[in-house]
């Protein structure tokens, strides 16, 4: 792992291996971004890149300012990101306080398929999601769901969720947490999230704190606002679940993985969980929509239905099978696991 200082604004990329063909990840901007989380992120980049057999690694990037200065910065970033992405050193994917529209300027010389970053991209993720929920359990049908941290890919992983037979019964935002004991339609869910954002809670029923959505009871809880939401204490209230899946990068610390594991729950990787979006932005350009969402339920549906029976279980059974791969090109395996501290 490596740290490349930016010098027209306080900025960085922390880059997770050497001789990748192209190393991807999220651009963060806040007051400050800590360089710990960034090569966490990057380290789960990685590992989706070795599942899916692309010789290719992570990198995350953050930019720090006050909220004044916040647009002269990203404005400072992406101008001098410009040489880092002509030669794949860096290709930023949009992500918290950085939108994909404020990434276009750099889209010229990014090798993927960057029509499809953004809003197909989150299409994919969710879709991905839910599919590796449905091989891991080997049924979905009738299992009630909570999604904490619904976001850009909530509304494609309620979709998806539906047509295997799920029901969601409880969301959660940085807002607060609605439930429903019929469920929410996702076509209600959509709507409202395109209309509302994160405030779509206050349009759904009576808002409960965010961290009550771990106390709902559902079969199934898809986790992922922030890195390491799950911790080893919200991980013992998840002990009857069926399963705890990612909707977002890291959600489970070290511990609560342990947790889980001792109460026999699957919890996938997160890694795979949302490589969707990564098989969206790399391949022929000249795929379909339809075409490209075939390939990302079936690449991740064999993924994880091969280690869904893992005895270790299916995040570490995922952790093999990368590391297997990274071994044929690199030299020696990173250091450290895609997990939160």
């Known amino acids: 792992m490596r740290i490349h200082k930016f010098s027209s604004t306080e900025a960085f990329v922390a880059i997770d291996l050497d001789g990748a063909e192209a190393s991807s990840g999220p651009v963060r901007w806040a007051k400050k971004v800590l360089q710990g989380g960034a090569k966490d992120l990057a380290r789960s980049q990685t590992y989706t890149y070795a599942s899916l057999g692309m010789t290719r690694g992570g990198a995350s990037a953050g930019i720090s300012a006050d909220w004044s200065d916040r647009d002269a910065a990203i404005s400072a970033f992406t101008a001098e990101a410009a040489d880092l992405v002509a030669t794949a050193t860096y290709l930023p994917d949009a992500a918290k306080g950085v939108p994909h529209d404020e990434l276009s300027a750099l889209a010229n010389g990014d090798p993927r398929d960057t029509a499809r970053l953004g809003e197909f991209a989150d299409r994919c993720e969710g879709l991905g999601a839910a599919e590796v929920a449905e091989k891991t359990l080997g049924s979905l049908d009738g299992r009630t769901v909570a999604i904490e941290g619904f976001d850009a890919n909530g ?45 779509l809670v206050n349009d759904l029923g009576e808002v409960a704190p965010p961290s ?17 939401i799950i911790d080893h204490s919200v991980a013992a209230k998840l002990t009857g679940a069926a399963a705890v899946v990612p909707c977002g990068r890291l959600p489970l610390t070290a511990r609560a993985l342990a947790v ?55 995040l570490l059974a995922a952790c093999y099978d990368a590391e297997d791969f990274l071994s044929t090109w690199q030299e020696n395996l990173p250091f450290g696991r895609p997990l939160a501290p």
């Not at 709902?216 to 390491?228: E, H, L, N, P, Y």
């Not at 890694?271 to 339809?290: I, N, P, Y």
């Open 155 to 199: 509304p494609a992983l309620a979709a998806a969720l539906s047509e295997r037979g799920a029901v969601v019964t409880a969301i959660s935002t940085a807002t607060g947490t609605v439930t429903s004991r019929s469920g929410f339609p996702a076509p209600v869910l959509a709507a409202s999230w395109s209309s509302l954002g994160s405030e």
């Open 212 to 228: 009550s959505v771990f106390d709902t009871g559902a079969d199934i809880v898809f986790a992922g606002s922030k890195m390491g």
């Open 260 to 314: 889980l594991r001792r109460a026999g729950v699957p919890s996938p990787a997160d890694f795979v969980a949302l490589a969707g979006s990564t098989l969206a932005v790399w391949g022929d350009v000249h795929r379909t929509d339809e075409e490209i969402l075939a390939g990302v339920v079936e690449d991740l549906g064999d993924l994880s239905a091969g280690y869904a029976s893992h005895e270790d279980g299916p």
